[in-house]
């Protein structure tokens, strides 16, 4: 069965919104550019929006959101637990962009399109070569008789899905893959390996109480194999055109300095949408946490496969923490409880037992 037969211009169909034959996205900023400032933009327009954030949650508009409640740690405590200033964590971290800036300006070629930007009918015998293997899925699926009662009738919009949004769609979720399985055993093995530990990753580790901007503070040999390679990796298997990787590290970008914003937002959709959050990787900065939730920055998937997510209940959050402590020092006060006194009560141990653990 020829399958070209039932496609005859998928063109006519014309292209996706997201999609534009211009040579760059942005006039006058090749797209080599972009995708190496896309990152860097992302990481610093967070950094900045959860450094207001924590500075001054007691500030309108902040303090209509009532953000307090929601902080993991009390402000002090980036200032009596951490092992390194915030000055010296904005410097690692700007060598750190640098290095990652100059390898992808050696990775990605000059030409910037990797594929090129083709014309509308480029894209059409694209697409003609989909159709074969659209023609093929459904008869393993569907049998030859309705395979081809399909593409009759539908064959032009499968191929243009399929070409459109189907494969776009798994070369981005197989980058997030590829992102994920590379931070993941790389680093779990810097915590395994007592020497690559010591000597590297315990420097992101000062920050025992993480703030967005501290993301990337990292050695710079870690951070040249754990975040730059990874980007590599994942550009390389993914096949990610020059505007999807624009897109992948910008959204990687964010979510790692999500991750380390201090604060546990219901209303935030990278935290709403991800278990893989603010609260889940907090745990593993803490001293009981070091040998869970490695993962990072997408899905939790390899903790649960291998055993190292943190199966207990969370911590409480600063907000609790000042109730719980409030609460028993009402109790051995002597003052009278309230109604759920008991709870309190007990609760108020587990809080005393995580200021000491912390």
Known sequence: MNSTFYVSDPTALGTPWYYTSAPSLIPGVPDKYLSLASPIVMY????IFFHLLDNYSHCPPFSWMDVERY????????????????????????????????????????DAQHPPVMSLAEHGRAMQGYAPWVLGVLQVLLGDATAARLMKSYGSHLVYCVYWWLVPTFQTFLAFFVIDTWQYFMHR???????LYRHFHSVHHRLYVPYAYGALYNHPLEGFLLDTTGAVL????????????????????AKTVDDHCGFSLPWDPLQFLYKNNARY??????????????????????????????????????????????????????????????????????AMEVNKED
């Open 44 to 47: 610093w327009t967070l950094s």
């Open 234 to 253: 994942a550009e390389f298997f993914a096949g990610s055109s020059i505007r999807q990787a624009a897109l992948i590290f910008g959204f990687a970008s």
């Open 189 to 195: 093995l810097f915590h395994i390996n007592k020497f």
């Open 71 to 110: 902080r993991i740690h009390e402000s002090e405590e980036m200032k009596t637990r951490n092992k390194v200033t915030p000055r010296e964590v904005l410097s690692a971290v700007i060598f750190q962009q640098v290095i990652q800036t100059l390898a992808g300006y050696w990775w990605i070629p000059d």
């Open 281 to 350: 990787h907090d745990i593993h900065h803490q001293t009981y946490g070091l040998k869970y939730n490695f993962s990072q920055p997408f899905w939790i998937h390899w903790d649960i496969i291998l055993g190292t997510r943190w199966d207990k209940p969370n911590r409480p959050l600063a907000a609790e923490k000042r109730a719980l402590a409030a609460a028993e020092a009402k109790r051995q006060a002597g003052s009278p409880s309230p109604s759920n006194g008991s709870d309190l009560s007990e609760d108020s141990g587990v």
